[in-house]
C-alpha cells in the first residue's frame, strides 16, 4: 500500500536533458493527436513510432514496460472486454455470449478505445519517468506559474504516501480491537466511521500547523524567488514545442474538415 | 470578480487542498476495502468547496482527478467531473444549503446532477459509452433496449450518482459539524458551515444516519439490477 509516489527515476539521457516543459507539451500533444485523429490505426502507430523510441531515448525502457504491465495493460484490456461486449454497433455477428453480440465494429472500435487509452496512460507515464516533479514545478514557476501551485502539487504528492500510512495503521488498529469490517453489509458500512473519523480530523488538524509555519517562510511573499537550479531551455526545446502545437492543430483542422 | 476570487485563496486554502486531495484518495480506498456499493471518492473537494469557496473546490477536484491518475489511470479523464463536483459543492454552501441536514441532501443532490451532466459527454464521446466503472452493465442494458447512448448513459448517471453524491455531501457535513468553531473560523468561509436550528451534535447524528440509508439503498438498487 504503501506506493512510491513518484515514478522518476534518474538517468542521463537526452530525455533527461530536455526541458521539463517540451516534455509536457509532448506528452499532451501525444494524447490529442491520438484523440483528435480521424485515421484509425493513429494510436497504434503512435504507440510504436513515438512511444517505444522516446522510451529508449529516456533509457527507461525496462520500467517503463513493467509500469505498462501493472497499470496500462489491465486498464486498457478492461475497456477493450467491455466495449467489445457492451457496445451496440455493427452487423457481422463474430460470436456470441450470453445475449451479448461480440461483433466486427465492436471489435475493432474497443481495440481502438484500448489502445487509446493506453496510449494516454503511456505518454504520461513516460513523462513522469523522465521528468522530476519539482523540476517541472520550478520550471513552471519561472514561467510565471504561481508558486502556490507548485507548493499544492508537490506537497499533494508527499502527503499521499503518508495518509495512505496512516490509513493502514487506523485500520489494524481497529481491527485488533474487533472492528468487523469483513461480514454483513450494515456491519461494513458501520465501519466507515471509525476509520474515516480519526483519519479525517488527524489530518485536518495539521492544516492550521502547516499554514503558519509555511506563511513564516514566506509563503505569501510576492516577491521573486531566485532559484539555485538552473533549468536549460535550449533553442532546440522552444522550435519543438513549437512544432508540437502545429502538429495538433493540423490534426484538429484535418478532423474537422473530414467531419 | 478575480478580486473576490483571490481573496478565497488564503493560506489555509492552499494547505487545505492537498489535505483534502489525499482524504479523497484514501477514503476513495477504504470504501473500495470495505465494498460498500458507492465511491465516497469526493469528499475532500466538497469539503474544500464549502469551507473555501466554490473555485479552491473545483481547483481541488480538477487536481485530485489527475493526481490519482498516477496510480489509476482511469480517473484521469474525468478531471471536468470532479471540477464541476466542487465548484456546485462551493456555490451551494455560499447559498446556504449547507447548514442542516435536508439542506445538504439537497447540495448532495445538485452535485450528482453536475455529475451527471458533465460525465455524459467525457463518456460518450471517449468510451462510446461504455465506460470502466461497474454501472456501465446498466447503461448496455439500456443501449439493448433500444435507447440512444447519450439518453442511455444520461440516465445511467441520473441513477448511480445520487446515492453517491448524497452520501458524499453527509459525509462532509459530519466532518465539518465535527470540527472546532475555531478552526473553522480560520477558512475563508466559515459562515457557510454555521449549523443552524438545532445543536451540532443532532446534525452530526443526523447526517450519520442519513448516510447509512443512503448507501443501504446503493445497496438495494444494485440487487435489484443484478438479481
Known amino acids: ?259 | 470578480m478575480l478580486e473576490k476570487i483571490k481573496k478565497d485563496f488564503t493560506t489555509m486554502t492552499w494547505v487545505l487542498i492537498p489535505v483534502a486531495i489525499a482524504i479523497n484518495i484514501a477514503i476513495g480506498q477504504i470504501v473500495v476495502l470495505l465494498k460498500l456499493p458507492v465511491y465516497l471518492d469526493s469528499i475532500g473537494t466538497v469539503l474544500v468547496g464549502v469551507l473555501c469557496g466554490p473555485w479552491a473546490g473545483a481547483l481541488t477536484g480538477a487536481l485530485s482527478n489527475t493526481i490519482w491518475g498516477l496510480f489509476n489511470p482511469d480517473s484521469l479523464p474525468w478531471w471536468p467531473v470532479a471540477f464541476f463536483i466542487g465548484l456546485v459543492a462551493g456555490l451551494c454552501a455560499n447559498a446556504g444549503l449547507f447548514k442542516n441536514w435536508w439542506k445538504v441532501i439537497l447540495t448532495g443532490f445538485f452535485i450528482a446532477l453536475t455529475a451527471a451532466i458533465t460525465s455524459t459527454p467525457i463518456a460518450v464521446y471517449l468510451y462510446g459509452g461504455i465506460t470502466a466503472s461497474g454501472s456501465s452493465f446498466i447503461t448496455a442494458y439500456l443501449l439493448q433496449t433500444g435507447q440512444d447512448v447519450v439518453s442511455a448513459v444520461l440516465s445511467t448517471g441520473f441513477l448511480v450518482e445520487p446515492v453517491d453524491k448524497i452520501s458524499t455531501a453527509m459525509l462532509a457535513f459530519a466532518i465539518v459539524q465535527g470540527l472546532s468553531k475555531r478552526l473553522i473560523a480560520r477558512f475563508p468561509r466559515p459562515e457557510n458551515a454555521e449549523a443552524e436550528a438545532g445543536n451540532s451534535t443532532t446534525q452530526l447524528i443526523t447526517a450519520l444516519i442519513v448516510t447509512a440509508i443512503a448507501i443501504a439503498l446503493g445497496f438495494v438498487v444494485r440487487n435489484m439490477l443484478a438479481g
Open chain 1, 1 to 259: 500500500m504503501h506506493e512510491r509516489l513518484s515514478y522518476f527515476v534518474q538517468r542521463d539521457s537526452a530525455l533527461h536533458r530536455t526541458n521539463p516543459l517540451t516534455k509536457a507539451v509532448l506528452a499532451l500533444s501525444i494524447i490529442l493527436v491520438s484523440f483528435l485523429s480521424p485515421w484509425y490505426w493513429t494510436p497504434h502507430v503512435l504507440f510504436i513510432l513515438a512511444i517505444i523510441p522516446l522510451s529508449f531515448a529516456g533509457k527507461v525502457t525496462k520500467e517503463f514496460f513493467t509500469t505498462a504491465l501493472r497499470l496500462i495493460i489491465p486498464a486498457s484490456g478492461f475497456i477493450f472486454i467491455m466495449q467489445a461486449l457492451f457496445q451496440p454497433i455493427g452487423e457481422t455477428v463474430v460470436f456470441q455470449i450470453w445475449v451479448l453480440d461480440v461483433t466486427q465494429e465492436s471489435l475493432a472500435f474497443g481495440f481502438q478505445n484500448a489502445t487509446r487509452i493506453g496510449l494516454m496512460v503511456s505518454a504520461f507515464t513516460l513523462f513522469l519517468l523522465a521528468t522530476h516533479p519539482s523540476e517541472l514545478m520550478s520550471d513552471l514557476t519561472r514561467r510565471g506559474l504561481p508558486g502556490q501551485f507548485s507548493y499544492v502539487i508537490i506537497s499533494t504528492l508527499q502527503i499521499i504516501p503518508q495518509m495512505q500510512a496512516k490509513a493502514q495503521t487506523i485500520l489494524s488498529a481497529q481491527r485488533s480491537r474487533g472492528l468487523d469490517t469483513e461480514s454483513t453489509f450494515l456491519k461494513r458500512a458501520g465501519s466507515l466511521v471509525p476509520l474515516v473519523g480519526p483519519l479525517v480530523f488527524g489530518s485536518l488538524v495539521e492544516v492550521e500547523e502547516r499554514a503558519i509555519a509555511i506563511e513564516a517562510r514566506g509563503f505569501t511573499s510576492t516577491h521573486v524567488k531566485t532559484s539555485l537550479h538552473e533549468i536549460p531551455d535550449t533553442n532546440f526545446d522552444k522550435s519543438l514545442r513549437w512544432f508540437l502545437v502545429a502538429l495538433v492543430v493540423i490534426t484538429l483542422a484535418l478532423k474537422l474538415w473530414q467531419s
